[in-house]
């Protein structure tokens, strides 16, 4: 899948968190919304993931590495 893509399913998918994706062997995914506000980690993963897991599993996407922020955290990053 092109980053174009996999833009287009997260934001169709989660129109509430700003997303964007950079291109690579391995496609970089970030994620900025409230929607990641009071999950740690792992449950924020899993909210991505369950977005593109049809894709992983069919074979159209592979090798991604996900950042997540509320407004907050990145801010002050």
């Known amino acids: 899948m092109s980053p174009a ?3 287009e399913v997260l934001q169709s998918e ?3 968190v700003t997303w964007s994706v950079m291109d ?3 496609k970089e995914i970030l994620g900025v919304g409230e929607a990641f506000e ?3 980690a792992v449950k924020r993963q899993q909210y991505v993931y369950k977005i ?3 894709y ?3 074979g159209s996407l592979h ?3 996900i950042r997540t922020f509320t ?3 990145k801010a002050d990053a």
Do not use: C, F, M
């Open 56 to 58: 992983i599993v069919d």
């Open 52 to 54: 593109l897991n049809p």
């Open 14 to 16: 989660a129109p509430e």
């Open 38 to 40: 009071g999950l740690n």
């Open 63 to 65: 090798a991604v590495s």
């Open 5 to 7: 893509e996999i833009l």
């Open 24 to 26: 690579g062997y391995v």
């Open 71 to 73: 407004p907050a955290e």
